[in-house]
């Protein structure tokens, strides 16, 4: 071959490396964006996104699961909305051969994450177990993974309880988590309980302060939790310190509920009022003896760091509308005007 055709030669085959090169920047780091027509959906595939995962990180997985027909596509749909930042960690079922902007509805969509818990504020425990039994864990699994949890400091199952206490209100954070199938209870109540440790400590509930314990505080969030909306939580956190430092009963109607295990209803009947618990505090003075239910970052940051306000009585009149006052003789009239909202099914059907 004279010097002349190799040289050709290897002009073609440089020519040909670029052009290759040009096509895989193209498809995957999205130079040209190509994307899939709307109207003809493929099958389903599982795509996992990591926590903390960036855009660019998700629309290359998308990519190469061929879902979006380049990963530029999908990236520049999700920097042009922001709900792209709510995509939750997980395994995502995702059909194939779709718009980009279809697949970001689709990530959005969390019936599509399998294996989903959904983890509300205010959960109780016993609520967190029954969705772990729902998705295939067994009472005795999860009855072994309590006893090998990893608790944080200062929180943990230790000391002489009064009947009913367990540890275990309160150091489940609330959150959207996902697992792969076959994740043992130890390892997703493990993970709940350190998400627990990192907001704990975030919030400053982990330090503790001059007047109350970590506990006592993770208590105080528990209730304001229970309690409110999250625009009054400070207000109630307040009230709630108020009542302790003057000696009277919290007299809170969401620590009945806790121990009689009813939800959804604003009346508390008298009888009530008199089960023997703990924490009942009708009966009883001062904090009740731990958490009544598994509370947010916005309750916990409230509890560290109440409103000021010398308010000592609170009252939702209606939804929505939350009064606080240092006035027994306005609460009274308060809650008259509460009552009459109640009769006529402001709150809804009394149960």
Do not use: C
């Not at 999860?142 to 209100?169: H, K, M, N, Q, S």
């Not at 009530?272 to 505090?281: E, G, K, L, M, V």
């Amino acid at each position: 071959m004279s010097k002349k055709s190799l040289w050709r030669l290897i002009a073609s085959v440089v020519v040909l490396i670029l052009i290759s090169g040009g096509i895989y920047l193209v498809r995957n780091l999205g130079g040209a964006n190509p994307d899939f027509a709307a109207g003809s959906p493929g099958a389903e595939v599982i795509v996992d996104v990591p926590g903390g995962a960036t855009g660019s990180e998700i629309a290359k997985a998308l990519f190469e699961k061929g879902i979006v027909r380049s990963a530029g596509s999908f990236f520049a749909v999700a920097v042009a909305d922001p709900r792209s930042t709510s995509i939750a960690p997980g395994a995502h079922r995702i059909n194939q051969h779709i718009p980009a902007k279809e697949a970001l509805t689709q990530l959005l969509d969390t019936s599509r994450i399998a294996n989903l818990l959904r983890i509300v504020e205010g959960s109780w425990t016993d609520e967190i177990f029954a969705q772990l039994i729902a998705q295939g864990h067994t009472k005795v699994e999860i009855d072994e993974a309590v006893r090998r949890l990893t608790f944080p400091a200062g929180f943990g199952i230790d000391g002489i309880y009064p009947e009913g206490y367990t540890g275990l209100e309160g150091v489940f954070f609330p959150a959207q988590y996902s697992f792969g199938r076959g994740t043992s209870a130890l390892t997703i109540l493990q993970n709940m309980m350190d998400r627990f440790a990192v907001e704990a400590k975030a919030s400053g509930i982990s330090a503790g302060t001059a007047d109350f314990k970590p506990k006592q505080l993770l208590t105080i969030a528990s209730l304001v939790q229970a309690e409110g909306d999250p625009k009054d939580f400070g207000k109630i956190s307040q009230v709630i310190r108020n009542r302790l430092k003057v000696g009277m009963q919290l007299q809170l109607d969401t620590t009945i509920h806790y121990i009689t295990r009813t939800r959804g209803s604003v009346f508390l009947s008298t009888d009530a009022t008199r089960t023997a618990s703990p924490y009942n505090t009708y009966l009883y003075y001062g904090l009740p003896p731990g958490p009544i239910d598994n509370p947010g970052r916005a309750a916990m940051d409230a509890a560290v760091n109440p409103v000021p306000g010398n308010w000592t009585y609170f009252i939702t009149v209606k939804p929505g509308d939350t009064r606080f006052t240092d006035s027994n003789s306005q609460f009274l009239i308060w809650k008259s005007e509460y009552e009459k909202n109640l009769a006529s099914g402001a709150f809804g059907k009394k149960s």
